[in-house]
């Protein structure tokens, strides 16, 4: 291997940067403290704050709580209904919720009391979507590719999960113009996402192997696995330097190979893994 | 020739026929009647408003009007100062401006004062897009075809001309969509123009000629013209039944004939043609 280029924009973003660091920073909590689901889609952060007795629940476990407990809400965020309950158990409430999350879930709840139909472009499975989607009722119209198999009519208001494909917003755009006489569009796809996006691209295009690096649960890791493997077909995915072995043969001849991270990959993952190559 | 069809959406829209009707009904006014500019896009009706001793005036002549005089806005609307400086003259205002013109007007000074960028698809010379675009001081962004030669950023608001092709509309708002982070957009092409446009659309793709009829000048028209000539290379526009004798020998051996025409074409000059043929 001659040459390794790191994608400029690659790892922790803001919000996830910020979620961490006040995560660890936690001390001498009354009682137990929880994060509702994984911090962060990066099992090797997760496994460290379980050292530090941060364990993770899942929505249905709350009712387990007592007043003593603190609950951490991560960079996704979580519905209305998810923080009325955790207000109703009256544990401490420690909000992570990524500022440009809070944005989108705010921009729903106030068209939906326009009476405007809201639609998103995300994962329904994903819990920043589940989130937002509580905003409005968990009436909105989702869809992950832009396609929509229902004409849209009446006042339209459309986001976006922040680490959706630019590419996939011009396809829902163009369908909803289609058919909606008046609607307003938020691009909510967030800068860190559009930028780590863009650099992995312009990377992929000029190497032999590409190598993304971050949890397989991760939605905007696999979207950068996806944008490299159309330009650079030995592009694979990896979540730590680990899962170098297993790829050794397929990029040992490799003379130029580029590294991007997506927006759980700690820091000292990505600089594990360049030092393995 | 063995089948004449007529498209089911052809000639009067509902703003030019209210405006005809209202502009012919006039009576016994104290001074003079204008029109600022001509009534309709039809030589023949200006001409008969012209006998009936309603003429038209350009924008220049407002100057000379006196308090005793009357002046017909007509359906395309005028600039919010063209209307500031008639009431200066003190004559009387018939204000025919199509209702969804208007309606036009009213959101783009809305968003205008609440800081949106104007964006119109529409020809900047129509007089439609020249009356709105007085609506935010002049300052709209203006494409006929869809294309912007600049990103536009930030707040936009966007509106189409009532004429417009939704085809161009998807393209206008294809390209907002790249590098606006927050659009409203109000498809403002009307019914009529959709439905005319969808009727002349389908019959051109059945017949060996298409007529449109309709003036020259006229935006609709030759948008109409447009559609039908890409479904039938034997398409022609004619204003009235004199100018069939021109393209006689075009269509001498047509079987089947559609006919359509421009939302400012009287019914009569529709009629007059069908027996023509």
């Known amino acids: 291997m001659k040459e390794i280029i790191r994608a400029k924009n690659s790892g922790f973003c803001f919000g996830v940067d910020r979620a961490v660091n006040e995560a660890f920073s936690i001390i001498n909590p009354k009682g137990k403290t929880y994060t509702l689901g994984p911090l962060i889609h990066n099992k090797d ?3 460290k704050l379980s050292e530090k007795g941060i364990n993770e629940i899942s929505v249905e476990e709350i009712k387990n709580l007592t007043e003593n407990d603190t609950v951490i809400i991560r960079t996704h965020g979580v519905a209305l209904d998810i923080y009325d309950e955790l207000k109703g158990k009256r544990v401490e409430i420690i909000d992570l919720t990524c500022p440009y999350v809070i944005n989108i879930q705010k921009k729903v709840k106030e068209y939906y ?3 405007y139909k809201i639609v998103i472009l995300g ?3 994903h819990p920043e979507v589940i989130g937002i989607n509580g905003y409005c009722e968990n009436s909105a119209y989702i869809t992950k590719t832009g396609n929509i198999d229902t004409p849209l009519n009446g006042k339209i208001c459309v986001v976006s999960q922040t680490t959706e494909k630019q590419e996939n917003w011009l396809t829902l755009i163009n369908n909803i113009a289609k058919t909606a006489k008046e609607f307003v569009a938020f691009n909510t ?16 295009k000029e190497v032999d192997v590409m190598i993304v690096i971050g949890g397989k649960s991760s939605s905007n890791t696999t979207k950068l696995y996806e944008i490299c493997k159309k330009n650079c077909d030995r592009t694979f995915l990896i979540e730590n330097a680990k899962d170098l072995v297993a790829i050794k043969e397929n990029i040992k001849d490799a003379v130029k190979v580029g590294i991007t991270a997506g927006a759980s990959t700690p820091e000292w993952i990505i600089k ?3 030092e393995n190559l």
């Not at 796809?189 to 992929?204: F, G, L, P, V, Y």
């Open 113 to 115: 009391d326009k009476r």
């Open 123 to 125: 994962d329904k499975n």
């Open 272 to 274: 594990e893994a360049m």
């Open 189 to 204: 796809i967030c800068k860190a996402t559009e930028d780590r996006q863009k650099s992995a691209e312009e990377i992929s």
């Open 45 to 47: 952060v997760t496994n």
